[in-house]
Each structure stands twice: as C-alpha cells, then as structure tokens.
C-alpha cells in the first residue's frame, strides 16, 4: 500500500518537474528558434491607451482583489485538508464549498494566465495599482505549489485524495 502511495507522489512529482523543465527551456530561449512558434497571440485584455497592457488598469485592480482573496480561501482550505484530511465543509446554503471552488479554479487561471503571458512576452502579469495584480499572481503560484505539498501529505498521511463534492456516507461527508 505505502509503495503504491511513494511511487504515485514520485510519478507525480517527476512529472511536475518535467513540466516546469520545459517551460524553463522554452521561456529562457534554450530551444532551438525553429520549434518555437513565431506569431504573438494578442493579450487577454486590451487597455484603450496602452498597445501592451494586460488589462486596463480597474480590471488589474478588481482582478488582483479576487485573485488575493481566492488564494486566502484555498489557503485555508489546503491547511483544512492537512490537518483534518477533508476540504472545506459546504456551509450555509452550500456558500463555502462553491467559493472554495471558484477559488481553486481562480488559481489555476492566474497559474495558467501568468505563464501563458510569461511564454508569450517574457513577462509576468504587471504589478497592477497598488501591486494588487502582482500579489495574486505570486499568491496563486504559492497555493498551487502549497496545494502539490498537501496533495502529496494527504496520500501518505491519509492514503486518498477526498473527492470535490462530498458523497454520503463517505470519510468527509
């Protein structure tokens, strides 16, 4: 059982290191020019006065906001999951489970934004007013790398992966 467990986290982890090997490659000009597409895909979100903004700078504003508190709420999920081996209960009218949701979807859409940005211009997401942007995206990178460390604590300390919606009669229903 133990050895399925370490040989699921090492293949995991493997793969996660491949991944982010190659990113390193392609993103530092390490691959050859001919294998790396040529055309620039325009940006997310166009600002009016500025040909190479992300996004104007009230959507940098309300977008750093909901990226910070997304990452607070999975925080606090991921530490729930470490210490409790269940996530967040649904709560009042099942509010918190779909904001613990909408938070893990939120980080993985910055993750994904910041890097597909980062590929296509060398750069990261902006700062943002008041460095709000900014501070999601490291927020989010910080709880995808914490969520990977809790993934891998919840299969050696509990031996499963809970699902995303509580079924009855189940270990965190």
Same mark, same amino acid.
């Given at each position: ?31 050859? #020019? ?29 977008? @750093? ?16 999951? #470490? ?13 918190? @489970? ?5 938070? &893990? ?10 890097? &597909?940005? #980062?590929? #296509? ?16 995206? @490291? ?7 914490? @969520? ?9 300390? &509990? ?15």
């Amino acid at each position: 059982q133990q050895h399925a467990t370490t040989m699921m986290v090492a293949r995991i982890l493997s793969t996660l290191f491949f991944l982010s090997s190659s990113l390193f490659l392609v993103t530092n000009g390490f691959v050859p #020019k001919h294998m790396v597409a040529h055309h620039r895909a325009p940006p997310l979100f166009m600002s009016d006065n500025d040909d190479n903004a992300v996004a104007s700078t009230s959507d940098q504003a309300v977008l @750093g906001v909901f990226g910070s508190v997304s990452a607070v709420i999975v925080f606090y999920s991921e530490f729930t999951l #470490k210490t409790t081996g269940c996530g967040l209960p649904a709560g009042p009218f099942g509010l918190l @489970g779909a904001a613990e949701g909408i938070s &893990y979807l939120s980080i993985v859409g910055f993750v994904a934004w910041s890097l &597909y940005t #980062k590929v #296509k211009t060398g750069q990261g997401l902006p700062a943002g007013p008041a460095g709000l942007l900014g501070a999601a995206e @490291g927020l989010s990178f910080l709880a995808a790398v914490a @969520g990977i460390a809790v993934l891998g604590f919840q299969i050696l300390d &509990y031996g499963y992966i809970p699902n995303a919606v509580p079924v009855e009669g189940g270990i965190c229903s």
